[in-house]
């Protein structure tokens, strides 16, 4: 159902006035996590004004240690539906329980399934059997082969409303969180109709290569860019290290604009 065999027209997803794919450009900004609803307002303001269309936050965290924050939950989805609707921006955020699917269906415009949870294939197929549209992230050390199966899982189900993006893969360089793989926009565009995004954030985790690499995977006909904005990155519950500030974010949005990008 993912490959380009089966449709090979580029396929548009709708997140609400949102379309990506096709020509269509997703441009997902906001914090790691949702913290508060005044922190949430404050960063929506900004990245909405820099031209972001879809906003993001997560509610809850898959935290490498179960002592790190976790998120809010639901306190986290009803700030988040309350501030992208006063932003006019539609709404992205994680699921990582299949027990939670109806509840962030709820509030989310769009379902996230994160890196790690990317062949936890319970929650693929539960995700599968609503008709959100879906942001699947690649994990750390799938194929490309391994990533296009996972979007099967979900489009087994009769969702067909996927978004890929690629994170970044573990390299060996600790310098770099993870690797970028810009190839795999290509590679993807090659083999299946979906729309395919970067988080140049996660792929690096440095706020001075972000902006080099979101303009990469740009040029290399991502339909989108996931970037991780924070007005005070030292405060942050999590991912501070690597969250561009909003000045940082518009300026990147302005070079991408002048690559050629219709954002
Ligand atoms: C996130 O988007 O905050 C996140 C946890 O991403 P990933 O699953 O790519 O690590
Ligand atoms: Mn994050």
Aim: hydrophobic content about 40%; aromatic content about 4%; charged content about 20%.
């Amino acid at each position: 159902l993912a490959s380009k065999q089966a449709h090979p027209k580029p396929t548009i997803i709708e997140v609400g006035p949102v379309k990506i794919g096709g020509g269509h450009m997703a441009m997902i900004a906001g914090p790691c996590a949702v913290e508060s609803e005044e922190r949430m307002e404050s960063i929506a303001k900004s990245v909405r004004a820099a031209g972001a269309n879809i906003f993001r936050g997560g509610a809850f965290k898959p935290r490498t240690s179960p002592y790190s924050f976790q998120g809010l939950g639901e306190d986290g989805l009803k700030i988040l539906r309350d501030v992208g609707a006063r932003h006019g921006m539609p709404v992205v955020t994680e699921v990582v329980d299949p027990r939670n699917v109806e509840l962030v269906c709820e509030y989310a415009d769009m379902l996230q399934l994160g890196a790690r949870n990317m062949q936890n294939f319970v929650l693929l197929t539960e995700v599968g059997r609503t008709n959100k549209p879906v942001l699947l992230k690649r994990g750390m050390s799938a194929t490309v082969a391994d990533f296009l199966m996972s979007a099967e899982y979900i489009m087994a189900q009769g969702n067909s409303n996927v978004v890929l993006c690629e994170r970044g893969v573990k390299g060996f360089d600790p310098a770099t969180r993870n690797t970028f793989d810009v190839a795999l926009v290509p590679q993807i565009h090659k083999l299946s109709h979906l729309p395919i995004i970067v988080d140049p954030s996660h792929a690096t985790g440095r706020p001075d290569l972000i902006p080099a690499c979101a303009l990469a995977g740009v040029a290399a006909g991502a339909d989108g860019v996931h970037i991780e904005v924070h007005d005070k990155p030292e405060e942050a519950m999590s991912d501070g290290p690597q969250a561009l500030l909003p000045k940082q974010y518009a300026e990147l949005m302005d070079q991408i604009r002048k690559v050629g990008a219709a954002v």
